[in-house]
């Protein structure tokens, strides 16, 4: 089992800079990427940034530029450097992480995120 902690969200105005944070503990050897996704009520998770074990990125091309996503191994925390926020980027933000022994993914309880113009 491994357990999810998001930190970090709040109230910002637009241009301004959030860090999210997720901590990981339990059976984290299994972990293999990570990355965080987002839910506006009424639409579907998307994707926003993942990143696997050796550090390889991926991010949807909105945040592209703004957003930078890291994990320290050593802390077992993954982060969300987001810049240049937009009244858009206000979501719920989830943590995940795919273990891979056994294969599964897992969630955190979500941080909101909100961005006022």
């Known amino acids: 089992q491994v357990q999810l902690v998001e930190s970090g969200g709040g109230l910002v105005q637009a241009g301004g800079s959030l860090r999210l944070s997720c901590a990981a503990s339990?059976?984290?050897?299994?972990?293999?990427?990570m990355g965080w996704y987002r839910q506006i009520p009424g639409k579907q998770r998307e994707l926003v940034a993942r990143i696997s074990d050796g550090g390889s990125t991926n991010y949807r091309d909105a945040v592209k530029g703004r957003f930078t996503i890291s994990r320290n191994n050593t802390k077992n925390t993954l982060y969300l450097q987001m810049d240049s926020l937009e009244p858009e980027d206000t979501a719920v933000y989830y943590c995940y992480a795919i273990a891979v022994s056994p294969v599964r993914d897992y969630w955190g309880q979500g941080t909101q995120v909100t961005v006022s113009s």
């Open positions: 339990g059976s984290i050897f299994s972990i293999n990427t």
